[in-house]
C-alpha cells in the first residue's frame, strides 16, 4: 500500500520561505513520477513541479525562480522548497506519486498520478 505523508505546512508573512517534506512509504517501483500539487478553495487543483527518477523537473511558470522540488531517496522525502511566497500561493499543498513513466509535458496534470496524500496548508498574509 502506498503511502505519502505531507508536512511543513503553516502560515507565513509574504517574502517569506516554507520548506515541504512528503514521505513515501510502500512504493511498488523503482521508475516513478512525484509531483507537489495545490488547491485553493473553490479553484481546481493545480500543478506545482514535478520531479522523475532521472531527476528531471518540471515548475508550473507562476512558481518558476521560487520554488525548487528535491528528493532524497535515502529517505524516501520529496521536498518543496519555496522562496519569495505570495499571498497567491496560499492553497492546500498535496505530494503526489505515480509508478508508471508520465510524458513530461502531462507532468503537471492531476489525473496523471494514482497516489495522493492527504495534504498540508501553507497560508501567506500579506
Known amino acids: 500500500q502506498v503511502r505519502l505523508v505531507e508536512s511543513g505546512g503553516g502560515e507565513v508573512q509574504a517574502g517569506g520561505s516554507l520548506r515541504l517534506s512528503c514521505v513515501a512509504s510502500?512504493?511498488?517501483?523503482?521508475?516513478?513520477?512525484m509531483g507537489w500539487f495545490r488547491q485553493a478553495p473553490g479553484e481546481e487543483r493545480e500543478g506545482v513541479a514535478s520531479?522523475?527518477?532521472?531527476?528531471?523537473?518540471a515548475y508550473a511558470d507562476s512558481v518558476k525562480g521560487r520554488f525548487t522540488i528535491s528528493k532524497d531517496n535515502a529517505k524516501n522525502t520529496l521536498y518543496l522548497q519555496m522562496n519569495s511566497l505570495k499571498p497567491e500561493d496560499t492553497a492546500m499543498y498535496y505530494c503526489?506519486?505515480?509508478?508508471?513513466?508520465?510524458?513530461?509535458?502531462?507532468?503537471?496534470?492531476?489525473?496523471?498520478?494514482?497516489?495522493w496524500g492527504q495534504g498540508t496548508q501553507v497560508t501567506v498574509s500579506s
Open positions: 510502500g512504493y511498488p517501483g523503482t521508475r516513478y513520477c
Open positions: 520531479i522523475d527518477d532521472g531527476g528531471i523537473t
Open positions: 503526489a506519486a505515480d509508478p508508471g513513466g508520465i510524458w513530461f509535458h502531462q507532468r503537471l496534470e492531476a489525473r496523471r498520478y494514482n497516489y
